[in-house]
């Protein structure tokens, strides 16, 4: 009997080919196939391990345990003093949170006014800076050199220059004041004062950042876009509404989020201009941790506390900004 081999009806699709299956590699042959990957990257990680995992994880250890300068180890001529801190667990977290360690809650609230009045004026001022000089200036490029000035300068060299001038006694700022018949402030010797002051200094350090980023935003938006608008019959009002915000709309998110965890963060202004006064009216959280590690008995599990509690909170605020950041764009897109 004989049998015949039957091929594929004329016009059918051939059965299709299984896809091969891929066998994942062992970790040594990745490491060999991929060996110069790994060594480009290796010294990134060895140095956020060092500068960055390392320090996190042991500021969290600390915050679980009473560490001071009295209890921790140390050596005094030839003799080492073993550590002697015990482990308390969320004992720290618990005093700074219910109000029972006294400063928190305070600090936190002047934290916050801080951060959300510069990081407003940073944005706003600016805008505006990069809006104006988007247009079409002789000398634009001058203008911009000496906008981009501030940022340059290092933050605790802008702080001792503000001092002399914001000084009570032969400060250059009450020099004027008393030239022009004015009263004089005690820009650094009183609340009120001492806290506008920081709030100027670091606005003039912050905008031209923001300026920066804005402008190259700004240069990104098409100009079909505002002709369009423009034709129909837009105010100027209309089109920075409808077309100039809406295309900022990235690079403000970015900015603001930046700007945000700087400003939550920035230690030299306050700590070089006021010191944190009078009387730890300007002191910020991360003034608050350096005053606690570094001043007085030194309650290192403290300040720990606190250093754990800001970067909690500047990741809570950073997930959540950035998912309705994401859900707002998604609403403009469509």
Known sequence: MTTLATGPRSGAAPAPVPPRRRVPLSGLRRLRRHWYAWAMVAPVVVVLGVLVLYPLARGVFLSLTNATEMNVGRTIGSNEIPPSYDFVGLD???????????????????????TVICVTLHYTIGLGLALLLNRA???????RMLLILPWAVPPFVAAFGWRLILNDEGGVLNAVS???GMGTVNWLGEPFAAKISVIMVNVWLGVPFMMVALLGGLQTVPRELYEAAEVDGATPWQRFRAV????LRPVSGTVILLGTIWTFNQFPVIALLTGGGPGGATNILVTEAYERAFQGIRDYAGAATYGAIIASMLVVFASVYRRWLARQTSEVLG
């Open 244 to 247: 100039t915000l809406p295309g």
């Open 178 to 180: 008393r030239s022009l």
């Open 92 to 114: 720290n977290y618990l005093d700074v949170l219910s109000g029972a360690e006294g400063a928190f809650y305070s600090r936190l609230l002047w934290t916050l006014e801080w």
């Open 137 to 143: 200036l002789s000398m634009r490029g001058l203008y």
